[in-house]
């Protein structure tokens, strides 16, 4: 293969992977308002983030036009295949965190025209914080190439799982105690949900990005848990 199209293929594949960073870049921008809305009952940034979810989807559909593209072109080996393939999953994985982040502007619309279920904001906002900084890390560790940095978010799973889990049982305790808050407590369970599923879009692209530097799967079994689905 001569220098040109070396060259050529490498600079394919850094816009693949900068395309990846910017596309993280909106899911943790999104991901951090989604919990701002819920918090500070922002109905305006709710509405915003409703509509800048597109522009993730749009995104997420032409880096994976690309990526398919590349390998029909190109038809790369090896390191720079998986390259390319980690490229397209870990933009899906983006995506859904959009996808989710969107799902909780929406409920924070209605949890703005309900009693507010103020002992839980705190709440809210440390798991949002901490599943924020989990997302953060592993697009860090992705840019930079620091599997470490990979393998420490995917080791740390069960800490937003310990979240879900204690305000799960906090928010029942508190509708059973007071059927008024039935309605708002059960819209904080699904931003709750929401959150924790992010965090394990955050565990799937630290696997992504181990699998990717390394060729290697990381264990079998994720720390989780246990009790919590």
Not at 87 to 114: F, Q
Not at 167 to 173: A, G, K, M, Y
Request: hydrophobic fraction near 45%; include cysteine.
């Amino acid at each position: 293969m001569n220098e040109h199209i070396v060259r050529s293929f490498e600079e394919e594949l850094n816009h693949l992977t900068a395309d990846v960073a910017r596309l993280g870049g909106l899911a943790e921008a999104l991901v951090g308002d989604s919990v701002t809305c819920v918090v500070r009952r922002d109905v305006p940034l709710a509405q915003t983030l409703i509509v800048r979810d597109k522009v993730l989807d749009d995104l997420e559909i032409e880096i994976e036009r690309a990526a398919v593209a590349l390998i029909a072109r190109r038809q790369p080996l090896a390191n720079d295949l998986r390259r390319v393939v980690s490229a397209m999953k870990i933009a899906a994985n983006l995506e859904r965190c959009g996808d989710l982040a969107k799902n909780i502007a929406k409920r924070s619309l209605v949890l703005a025209e309900s009693d507010p279920v103020t002992p839980f904001a705190r709440s809210i906002e440390r798991m949002g914080r901490l599943v924020a900084s989990r997302l953060k890390e592993v697009l860090d560790a992705y840019a930079s190439g620091e599997v470490a940095g990979a393998v420490s978010v995917w080791s740390r799973d069960d800490e937003i799982d310990g979240h879900y889990e204690s305000l799960f049982r906090e928010l029942l305790t508190y509708m059973m105690g007071d059927p008024r808050t039935i309605t708002g407590g059960a819209h904080l369970l699904f931003v709750a949900k929401n959150l924790e599923r992010i965090g394990d879009h955050a565990t799937n692209i630290a696997e992504i990005v181990h699998y990717e530097y390394t060729g290697t799967q990381l264990g079998d079994q994720r720390p989780k848990l246990e009790g919590v689905p």
